[in-house]
């Protein structure tokens, strides 16, 4: 059986759904990706607020397993290897990006969000070979969703750091 646009029924009826689809961000009816980015970084904004720098350090090293685990069951309970409303790569990545740029202000985040969003959309390079690579139902799957929106992260904090050593 293959879902090909969960509804909240299926986002409520496992934690792991909850997590993978962003808690309702992969549900959105155009651009779900972006919809979990755009949730990821009003997320790590709130979190900004409550948590010291050592925290948010461990919340960006916990979103991996779980995301895993999480990707990974809902993928499977989906039947599609990497569903486009699965979002919790995206929120992870970009938790990583702000993680490493912050602080920076609104235009240096907006100038990050666009980054990644086009390294995870046009899959340039490596990201696109992560992708390819990683697919898969199983216990890999949950990886290999995570996996090339690790790599657009990377790629992203490449262009950054470059940016940032030419100005």
């Known amino acids: 059986m293959s879902i090909a646009r969960p509804g909240f029924r299926f986002l409520a009826s496992h934690p792991a759904h909850l997590v993978a689809l962003g808690l309702g961000a992969g549900l959105a009816p155009l651009a779900p990706g972006t919809a979990g980015t755009l949730w990821g970084w009003l997320a790590w904004l709130v979190l900004q607020l409550w948590l010291p720098p050592a925290a948010l350090a461990w919340v960006v090293a916990a979103a991996w397993p779980l995301g895993w685990w999480a990707c990974t069951i809902t993928a499977r309970n989906m039947g599609v290897a990497d569903p486009s409303s699965v979002v919790w790569d995206e929120v ?33 390079g490596p990201v696109a070979w992560a992708d390819r690579h990683f697919k898969g139902l199983g216990w890999r799957g949950g990886f290999g969703i995570m996996a090339d929106d690790l790599v657009a992260a990377f790629c992203t904090l490449l262009v950054i750091a470059a940016w940032r050593r030419l100005w």
């Open 92 to 124: 992870a990545a970009f938790w990583l990006v702000l993680w490493l740029v912050m602080p920076a202000g609104w235009l240096g985040q907006l100038v990050a969000f666009a980054l990644f969003r086009f390294f995870d959309a046009a899959k340039p």
